[in-house]
């Protein structure tokens, strides 16, 4: 049974930083892509970012480049996100999100979820 179990997130002052986790479980972590995804009040899911299965690829969204680091320890079966800079527009709930096959951008083939965790980015 796969799970995936997103934490860290809270409520952090604008200009703040916030480390997400991902602990993954029930599939075989290196030969997964990974990716994390955002959905504010009101608004459709969207991609953020996403790395390869050795980690030497990844990807992101316009909005938060140079902003946001995803990394991955695959002996530890975790997935992070490293939110520096952050922007009340960020306030939104952040997935965890992983896929067979190396296409990061290939959305739709996010076939496991985790719950989500609350991210608020305050003034």
């Known amino acids: 049974q796969v799970r995936l179990v997103e934490s860290g997130g809270g409520v952090v002052q604008a200009g703040g930083s916030l480390r997400l986790s991902c602990a993954a479980s029930?599939?075989?972590?290196?030969?997964?892509?990974f990716g994390w995804f955002r959905q504010a009040p009101g608004s459709e899911r969207e991609f953020v970012a996403g790395?390869?299965?050795?980690?030497?690829?990844?990807d992101y969204a316009d909005s938060v480049k140079g902003r946001f680091t995803i990394s991955r320890d695959n002996a530890k079966n975790t997935v992070t996100l490293q939110m520096n800079s952050l922007k009340r527009e960020d306030t939104a709930v952040f997935y965890c999100?992983?896929?067979?096959?190396?296409?990061?951008?290939?959305?739709?083939?996010?076939?496991?979820w985790g719950q989500g965790t609350q991210v608020t980015v305050s003034s």
């Open positions: 999100a992983a896929k067979e096959g190396s296409a990061i951008r290939r959305t739709t083939q996010y076939a496991y």
């Open positions: 029930g599939l075989t972590f290196s030969t997964y892509t």
């Open positions: 790395i390869s299965w050795s980690g030497s690829s990844t």
